[in-house]
């Protein structure tokens, strides 16, 4: 029930409303692609001029939707969602909101890199860097700047890690095999779609 929670905040949060996923539905390199990756809890620390953000509990396969025209929505494994937001030059954006104790209601807005996931972990390391408001106040993430602060809790909670924006097409079938398009084999492209550019 929490991860559905989080996925509603997700529509309320940037103000999109995605209607159930249908076959054809897929964003294209004019949309703006965003996912939500839900975790039990996790980590911030410095780690020399930055900060290491490892989240733990991570779920199985992270949710990802479009903004118009398309509205697409779909799901990823946690290794897909890393080759589509982490294989262009730019670093993504990405803001953490905490929801369960310790740190709830915190919120902190950085620029994400070096992903570091192990097949079949629930666990994914990241490095951050923290962004000014005004680094932020004009993207898809501007909804969180104002509530944002200069740093997240040494150790957190519950929470959902909104990142922003995806750097790869997805092909025709949508992202892994679900949702975008209704693929019967999540996570494996085939029939179910596969992503063009990564």
Known sequence: ?????????????????????????????ADQVLAVVNAGGGTFREVGDGY??????????????????ARAVGSL?????????????DDPNAALEVFGEPGAGDVVVVELSNPRHRRGSSRLVLDARVL??????????????ERATSRAPTRFGAAALYIDDA???????????????????PGTG????VLDTC
């Not at 290491?52 to 025209?69: A, H, K, N």
């Not at 494994?77 to 030059?89: M, R, T």
């Not at 000014?132 to 898809?140: G, H, R």
């Open 1 to 29: 029930m929490r991860h559905a929670c989080v996925v509603a905040l997700v529509v309320v949060t940037f103000g999109i409303a995605a209607p159930p996923a249908r076959a054809g539905n897929n964003p294209t390199d």
């Open 52 to 69: 290491r953000l490892v989240l733990t509990d991570v779920v199985s396969r992270p949710v990802w939707f479009s903004d118009s025209p």
């Open 77 to 89: 494994a946690v290794d897909e969602l890393v080759d589509v937001f982490f294989s262009g030059d």
């Open 132 to 145: 000014m408001q005004d680094e932020v106040a004009t993207s898809a993430l501007g909804a969180h700047a």
């Open 167 to 185: 750097t790869c097409l997805f092909g025709d079938g949508g992202a892994g095999g679900s949702g975008g398009a209704g693929g019967a084999d």
């Open 190 to 193: 085939g029939d179910g779609g």
